[in-house]
C-alpha cells in the first residue's frame, strides 16, 4: 500500500479509503464476531473485595 500525504485533517478525511483485493480482514472481524456470540465471557455483577491476593487470583483464573 503507497505512502499517501495530506496538508490538513479535512484533505484526510474527504480520501476515499483504499482495500486491497484479498484483504482478509473483514474476514477476521466477522469470524471474532462470531466467537464472542459463541462464547461470550460472563463477568459478576458489582464489586468484589477479596480477603488476600491469593484468592483474587483464584477468582482471576475462575472467571477469565
Given at each position: 500500500?503507497?505512502?499517501?500525504?495530506?496538508?490538513?485533517?479535512?484533505?484526510?478525511?474527504?480520501?476515499?479509503?483504499?482495500?486491497?483485493?484479498?484483504?482478509?480482514?473483514?474476514?477476521?472481524?466477522?469470524?471474532?464476531a462470531?466467537?464472542?456470540?459463541?462464547?461470550?465471557?460472563?463477568?459478576?455483577?458489582?464489586?468484589?473485595?477479596?480477603?488476600?491476593?491469593?484468592?483474587?487470583?483464584?477468582a482471576?483464573?475462575?472467571?477469565?
Open positions: 500500500m503507497p505512502v499517501e500525504k495530506y496538508r490538513s485533517v479535512e484533505e484526510m478525511n474527504r480520501a476515499p479509503v483504499r482495500v486491497l483485493p484479498g484483504n482478509r480482514f473483514d474476514r477476521f472481524i466477522r469470524h471474532c462470531r466467537y464472542w456470540k459463541l462464547a461470550p465471557r460472563v463477568y459478576p455483577r458489582g464489586v468484589v473485595k477479596f480477603r488476600s491476593a491469593e484468592e483474587a487470583q483464584d482471576r483464573i475462575h472467571w477469565y
